[in-house]
């Protein structure tokens, strides 16, 4: 199987702590994207990272990418309730022309 | 104003029906797919077209049958229901191909397949 895997599967914190979320894939690849869903709606897209990049930041989004390792994660800081939802990396096979979608973690934010 | 649409949004059925789920883009996206998601949130690509032709082609039963008849749809027709093919399906659209500089998908709101 092409799929990446998330690690951990589930994620339970305290509203205000920060959450770091990892995906390992398995072949080489161009990019890798970050995606959120919540419960019962569809992806949306958060961030793309690029393989000549190493981090990435969007508003308290940090992802990071390690090609050597073939890993990334993806760090949401003072987390909100509004950050429950499930997160899947996505890592795309340019000579395939599609985006493989990791297991995703289920992270929950605690009041 | 909804970007990629999905319908219906729920769809239960007897085994052995044949049903079709429909998916529209309003982005100008040129390319479309569908994606399978299962009860353990593994998303797996089915199909993709670009400009109503097909691109990819995964391991599917060929009683799922997807049409383009314009690059702003993606249809999925589906025989002969099976107990299996209970899932969530999700429509999707990016403006260029996997791998590209604009892969970035949007995805509809899902279509929950429930087969009795």
């Known amino acids: 199987s092409q799929q990446g895997e998330e690690d951990p599967q589930a994620l339970s914190i305290q509203e205000g702590e920060n959450a770091t979320m990892n995906c390992s894939y398995k072949?080489?690849?161009?990019?890798l994207q970050w995606y959120r869903q919540n419960s019962g709606r569809g992806l949306v897209h958060l961030i793309l990272?690029?393989?000549?990049?190493r981090e990435k930041h969007s508003g308290r989004l940090r992802v990071t990418l390690d090609t050597s390792k073939k890993s990334s994660s993806l760090l949401i800081t003072a987390s909100r309730a509004a950050d429950t939802a499930s997160y899947f990396c996505?890592?795309?096979?340019?000579?395939?022309?599609?985006?493989?979608f990791g297991s995703g973690t289920r992270l929950s934010i605690r009041p | 104003d909804t970007a990629v649409s999905q319908t219906p949004k729920y769809l239960v059925t007897q085994m052995g029906n044949d049903k079709s789920i429909k998916c529209e883009q309003n982005?100008?996206?040129?390319?479309m797919y569908w994606y399978k998601q299962d009860s353990k949130k593994f998303l797996k690509i089915m199909f993709s077209?670009?400009?109503?032709?097909?691109?990819i082609n995964e391991t599917v039963p060929n009683r799922f049958s997807p049409k383009s008849p314009d690059k702003a749809h993606l249809n999925l027709h589906i025989n002969s229901l099976e107990l299996g093919d209970s899932a969530v399906y999700f429509c999707?659209?990016?403006?260029?191909?996997?791998?590209?500089?604009?892969?970035?998908?949007?995805f509809g709101p899902g279509t929950r397949l429930l087969v009795l």
């Open positions: 072949t080489s690849i161009n990019n």
């Open positions: 996505a890592s795309d096979y340019s000579s395939a022309s599609k985006i493989i």
């Open positions: 999707a659209s990016s403006q260029g191909l996997a791998g590209g500089p604009l892969e970035t998908q949007y």
């Open positions: 982005l100008g996206h040129d390319t």
């Open positions: 077209y670009n400009n109503k032709e097909l691109i």
């Open positions: 990272i690029r393989s000549n990049e």
